[in-house]
Every structure is written in structure tokens, then in C-alpha cells.
């Protein structure tokens, strides 16, 4: 019979503990020896387990991971090919949290509403029922399929929820008095500069877990993953056409 690997390990050591019981009697040192070693077998044991993973259940984690990526390959990558590199943000969905904390930063707006990267519409529907006039920009199609089925489900009309399938790049956004934001911390700085060109003076911009890099804002909600962030255009502009003199000491 061939010994096992466990067999192999810790045989010799077994076998010098029981000698040393056989050949040294029963004092007490031995006795502690012997219980010390056995202790230390019995720790490596339950650190590193010698059974090995059923197969079944090797087969049925790697099929649930395969799957998993499979899932979030289908809702990003979706209109990535249209985007420059630069500009890609992957699909990442907004909080409960988050969604609550727009909307107390936009608490006393009124008009239209654009919301850049909508993904699954969650801000879109959670400002719609606050009245706002709402588009949702979103480049992956499945995505603008699965909001509109929201919509239409919720029995929402088209004059107050809009899905497009659009490059909000590409688009002018100067119709919005308000923008909600939720991309990569990557592209701040460039739609800062087309928000800067398009939107109307009162029109207020918030922006999800990034803030955008030298504006001055207006308010901000939340904390952490969570956090979101209020500017005013006209805030904003003055600020940039003025900016703050730094006193040489």
C-alpha cells in the first residue's frame, strides 16, 4: 500500500514522539513535550487542510465566475468601440443612497434635466417623480432597452422620461438647466470644459462621488462612495474668468 502524503509528513515525527514516551517514561517534562507536539500537529492541520475540493464544486465556481463575466461583459462593453479610449467609463450603477443625496441637492429646481451615463435610470426616475423633464444619455443599447421597459411599465410618459441612445460627447447640451453626472474621475476635466461652453447661466450641475478638479462648489451631500457634489454655472465662470489672488508672504 503506498502511504499517503500526509503519512509521509508527519510519520516520522510520530514515531519519534512515541518512542520518546516508550524510552523516557512518565515524567512530567516528557508529558509536555509530547502534548506540546501534538498540539502543533493538530494547528497544522486545521491551517492547511490536506482534503482537496471536489471536482463537482470546482466545475460550479468556475462556471459561476465565467457567468458573472459574461453578465458584466454584456452591460459595458456595449458602444465602448464608439468612444475614444480616453473618454470610456464602464457601466457602474448608482447607489439608493446616492440617488437620495441628488436629489436633495436639486431641491428647488424646476425644467429639464439631462443625465449623462444614465445606465439603468435610476437618477432619471428618481428626478422624474420630483417633476423635472428628464433625458437619459446612455451609449450601450441593452441598457436604454432595459430603462425603457422601466418606463413603459411605470407607465411614464415620454414628455417627462426620455432614453436616448446618443454620445452625450457629441451632443448640445445648452436645452438643460440641469446635468447629473456619474462617470470616472478620468474625464472630469473635459466635461468641465464642454459644460463650461454649452450650459445656460442658471443652469446647476452635479456630479457623483468625483468632484470636478478647480470648481468651486456650491454644496455637497453625502460622504464617501456615496457623496455628491452641487456647482453653479454662473458661480463656476465667474470663478474661472476671476480667480483667487494668492498672497505672496
Same mark, same amino acid.
Given at each position: 500500500?503506498?502511504? +499517503?502524503?500526509?503519512?509521509?509528513?508527519?510519520?516520522p515525527? #510520530? !514515531?519519534? $514522539?512515541k518512542?520518546?514516551k =516508550?524510552g523516557?517514561? &512518565?515524567? +512530567?517534562h516528557?508529558?509536555?513535550?509530547?502534548?506540546?507536539?501534538?498540539?502543533?500537529? *493538530?494547528?497544522y492541520?486545521?491551517?492547511?487542510?490536506?482534503?482537496?475540493?471536489?471536482?463537482?464544486?470546482?466545475?460550479?465556481?468556475?462556471? $459561476? #465566475?465565467?457567468?458573472?463575466?459574461?453578465? /458584466?461583459?454584456v452591460?459595458?462593453?456595449?458602444?465602448?468601440r464608439?468612444?475614444?479610449w480616453?473618454?470610456?467609463?464602464?457601466?457602474?450603477?448608482s447607489s439608493k443612497?446616492?440617488?437620495?443625496n441628488?436629489?436633495? !441637492? !436639486? *431641491?428647488?429646481?424646476r425644467?429639464?434635466?439631462?443625465? !449623462?451615463?444614465?445606465?439603468?435610470?435610476?437618477?432619471?426616475?428618481?428626478?422624474?417623480?420630483?417633476?423635472f423633464?428628464?433625458t437619459?444619455? =446612455?451609449?450601450?443599447?441593452?441598457?436604454?432597452?432595459?430603462?425603457?421597459s422601466?418606463?413603459?411599465? &411605470? &407607465?411614464?410618459p415620454?414628455? *417627462?422620461?426620455?432614453f436616448?441612445?446618443?454620445?452625450? /460627447?457629441k451632443?448640445?447640451?445648452?436645452?438643460?438647466?440641469?446635468?447629473?453626472?456619474?462617470?470616472?474621475?478620468g474625464?472630469?476635466e473635459?466635461?468641465?470644459?464642454?459644460?463650461?461652453? =454649452? #450650459?445656460?447661466?442658471?443652469?446647476l450641475?452635479?456630479?457623483? &462621488?468625483?468632484?470636478?478638479?478647480n470648481?468651486?462648489?456650491k454644496?455637497?451631500?453625502?460622504?464617501?462612495?456615496?457623496q455628491?457634489?452641487?456647482?453653479?454655472? +454662473?458661480?463656476?465662470?465667474?470663478?474661472?474668468?476671476?480667480p483667487?489672488?494668492?498672497?505672496?508672504?
Amino acid at each position: 500500500m503506498i502511504p +499517503s502524503l500526509e503519512d509521509r509528513l508527519w510519520g516520522p515525527l #510520530l !514515531l519519534t $514522539v512515541k518512542q520518546q514516551k =516508550e524510552g523516557l517514561g &512518565r515524567c +512530567s517534562h516528557c508529558f509536555a513535550m509530547e502534548d506540546s507536539i501534538e498540539l502543533i500537529i *493538530q494547528d497544522y492541520c486545521g491551517v492547511f487542510p490536506t482534503s482537496r475540493p471536489h471536482p463537482i464544486v470546482s466545475t460550479c465556481t468556475g462556471a $459561476v #465566475l465565467a457567468s458573472l463575466y459574461g453578465l /458584466w461583459s454584456v452591460f459595458t462593453m456595449p458602444g465602448f468601440r464608439k468612444i475614444p479610449w480616453h473618454l470610456k467609463v464602464p457601466y457602474l450603477p448608482s447607489s439608493k443612497d446616492q440617488a437620495q443625496n441628488v436629489m436633495k !441637492l !436639486l *431641491q428647488g429646481r424646476r425644467g429639464r434635466l439631462a443625465d !449623462l451615463g444614465a445606465g439603468d435610470g435610476k437618477l432619471v426616475f428618481a428626478a422624474s417623480s420630483a417633476g423635472f423633464q428628464c433625458t437619459g444619455f =446612455e451609449i450601450n443599447s441593452i441598457l436604454v432597452a432595459y430603462a425603457r421597459s422601466k418606463a413603459y411599465w &411605470r &407607465r411614464i410618459p415620454s414628455s *417627462q422620461v426620455t432614453f436616448v441612445k446618443k454620445d452625450f /460627447w457629441k451632443t448640445d447640451l445648452s436645452s438643460y438647466n440641469n446635468v447629473t453626472a456619474f462617470l470616472a474621475p478620468g474625464v472630469m476635466e473635459l466635461l468641465g470644459e464642454k459644460l463650461l461652453k =454649452e #450650459l445656460p447661466q442658471d443652469a446647476l450641475v452635479i456630479s457623483c &462621488r468625483f468632484p470636478f478638479p478647480n470648481w468651486p462648489q456650491k454644496s455637497a451631500v453625502g460622504s464617501g462612495l456615496d457623496q455628491t457634489f452641487a456647482y453653479e454655472i +454662473s458661480s463656476v465662470r465667474s470663478h474661472l474668468r476671476n480667480p483667487p489672488k494668492i498672497e505672496m508672504k
